[in-house]
């Protein structure tokens, strides 16, 4: 799993598509970051004089690693699009198969190799909110709550990257299917009402997120992320054991 962790992690980085996707994501957050501090300052004398008025981490922070876990969201099929699909075109798959490594070793090897990518990212946008102590007190609790939100969601957007990429052979399609599951994951509480609106908004990614992402952080909450990621790789180990077999 080591030696398939190391030798997808240096093609990621080898990669000018997840240089310039990783440079492009840091700058739009960068700048959505600035643009709500700015405004903060703007209305922060009016907000003086209010009793328990809103603070810098629901106006500047929670905004920002918000923007981060749709960005995140867009980002993570286009890194995990050719994780197998790719192999699978050009015949390099067979050679995975024909090796003495387990389905499970090639899964995990290859999925913590995009999840680092994205893990060094979460790190850069960390520093954003973190660099808030310099003249300001944000709430440490809810800073906390949310950055633990986003490395969940940044890992179940990837485990379903993953799975869809050993569902086809082409990475294009690979792309399309993770963003459009994602996508219905996030908005999917969005219709419905009474015990159906329930049961949606505990299936969506948003719902969860969010409210971790407001400083609620809830045993169920970070259950349903580790379900959904570890439910994706089972079905991608699943799937290559089964593609396996028909070689």
């Known amino acids: 799993m080591l030696a398939i962790f190391g030798k997808e992690l240096r093609s990621l980085f ?23 501090l700015e405004q903060y300052l703007q209305i922060q004398p009016k ?40 192999e699978s075109g050009n015949g390099t798959l067979d050679l995975l198969f024909s090796s003495p490594v387990s389905m499970t070793a090639i899964v995990l090897g290859k999925y913590f190799a995009v999840l680092s990518v994205l893990s060094v990212m979460l790190i850069l ?27 969940l969601a940044s890992a179940a957007y990837t485990a379903v990257g993953t799975w869809i990429s050993s569902m086809t052979q082409q990475p294009a399609v690979a792309a399309v299917s993770s963003y459009a599951l994602l996508l219905l994951l996030w908005i999917i509480d969005l219709t419905g009402s009474g015990e159906v609106s329930s049961l949606l908004q505990q299936i969506s990614l948003s719902s969860h997120f969010q409210r971790m992402l407001s400083g609620l952080v809830s045993t169920a909450d970070i259950a349903y992320f580790i379900l959904l990621t570890a439910a994706t790789l089972i079905l991608s180990i699943h799937r290559l054991e089964h593609l396996r077999e028909q070689t």
């Open 47 to 86: 907000l003086a004089g209010l009793e328990n008025g809103p603070g810098v981490s629901a106006l500047v922070v929670a905004p920002l690693l918000d923007s981060a876990a749709v960005a995140f969201m867009l980002l993570a099929p286009l890194l995990t699009m050719g994780m197998f699909s790719r």
């Open 125 to 151: 946008v960390a520093l954003m909110p973190f660099s808030l102590l310099l003249g300001t007190r944000p709430d440490m609790g809810s800073l906390a709550a949310a950055l633990i939100a986003l490395a």
């Open 14 to 36: 080898l990669s000018p598509l997840a240089w310039s996707l990783m440079t492009t994501v840091q700058l739009v957050l960068a700048w959505l970051f600035l643009v709500q």
